[in-house]
């Protein structure tokens, strides 16, 4: 008899419709592409009937309001928390007129490195070398740390293979060795550096207007959208607190949340959750899973999103829960 009452808990368990859950949705860009080499951007119509979906469907919550109901164990049914990484322009742009006609709140972890430059990241950069449609030598040799690398770059298929080997080894440099090697690439390429519009860091006066919002949180994503676990505590230490310093100066008023850079659990180490915590009330990882009342506050999960149709979205919504 005990044994049937315990099978029937589990089954009733894992066929609920609803279940005590938060999912927090994971963002880049708001934007229609012609490269988008990592699959960062959803368009803009993509993006309002997600968002649409969302407001007539779940509790919508603000990170703020998601750390006080972790502390107060009070995780409600199927919430659902909006956050994007590394604030580029079009979220100004395109994400936030939608959030405002739609009255949906949304956290933006931003990156302090290209405030109010004219330049693209790292990653964009390595794209317009590889993706702008300037015939490429047919080989690429390079040296770096004392190691050589040879690319077959003589066709189409064998550029992307090249591109997605260098996008890993430069995400695992600090910020002066990236820049060494696009310098290198650039030149090898004879690709000329451009700023294309909407590639940009937000500028201060758009984080300002945007942190205006009652529906906007800014928080905090590191000066140089650098891989945490490559580095020393110290140089660790210099690009969360610099990274806060500086968005706190900016927005005047404090900011509670923090992204780590890429997310994943080899892309940041102890020392980063000693620094976090020191520094911050909250922060969010990017690998899947549903956040409960005995959540971690300091890696909580994120499911990353795609230019999906409506469709298709609501079926991953679905199953993320």
């Excluded at 004219?118 to 040296?143: A, G, R, T, V, Y």
């Excluded at 009652?214 to 607190?241: A, D, R, W, Y």
């Amino acid at each position: 008899m005990e044994l049937a009452y315990f099978f029937k808990k589990i089954y009733n368990f894992f066929n609920s419709p609803q279940k005590e859950g938060v999912i927090v949705l994971l963002y880049h860009r708001v934007f229609d592409a012609e490269i988008d080499s990592q699959l960062l951007c959803v368009s803009p119509e993509n993006f309002e009937r997600q968002m649409l979906y969302l407001k007539r469907n779940f509790e919508i919550l603000k990170v703020s309001e998601l750390l006080k109901k972790i502390k107060e164990k009070r995780i409600p049914q199927n919430g659902i928390v909006i956050t994007f990484d590394d604030g580029y322009a079009d979220n100004y742009e395109f994400a936030l007129p939608v959030l405002e006609k739609l009255k949906i709140p949304a956290t933006f972890f931003v990156c302090s490195g290209n405030i109010d430059k004219n330049e693209e990241s790292w990653s964009h950069q390595l794209e317009q070398i590889f993706f702008s449609h300037k015939k490429l030598p047919d080989k690429l040799q390079l040296e770096f740390n004392k190691k050589q690398y040879i690319f077959n770059t003589s066709n189409e298929k064998v550029i992307k293979d090249t591109y997605c080997k260098l996008h890993e080894i430069i995400k695992f440099q600090n910020k002066e060795n990236r820049n060494k090697i696009l310098n290198l690439l650039f030149e090898w390429s004879g690709v000329i550096k451009k700023t294309r519009q909407y590639y940009r860091t937000l500028s201060s006066s758009e984080l300002r207007k945007m942190a205006e919002s009652e529906l906007v949180e800014i928080g905090g994503h590191t000066v140089n959208h650098v891989c945490l676990s490559v580095l020393n505590k110290n140089e660790q230490k210099e690009e969360i607190e610099e990274n806060k310093k500086h968005l706190e100066k900016i927005l005047n008023k404090k900011i509670l949340a923090f992204s780590y850079p890429y997310g994943r659990k080899k892309d940041y180490n102890q020392d980063t959750l000693e620094i976090v915590r020191n520094n911050y009330q909250i922060a969010f990882s990017n690998f899947p899973g549903i956040i409960r009342n005995n959540s971690n506050i300091y890696e909580l999960p994120r499911f990353l999103i795609r230019n999906w149709d409506l469709d298709t979205f609501k079926r991953k919504i679905k199953n993320f829960f």
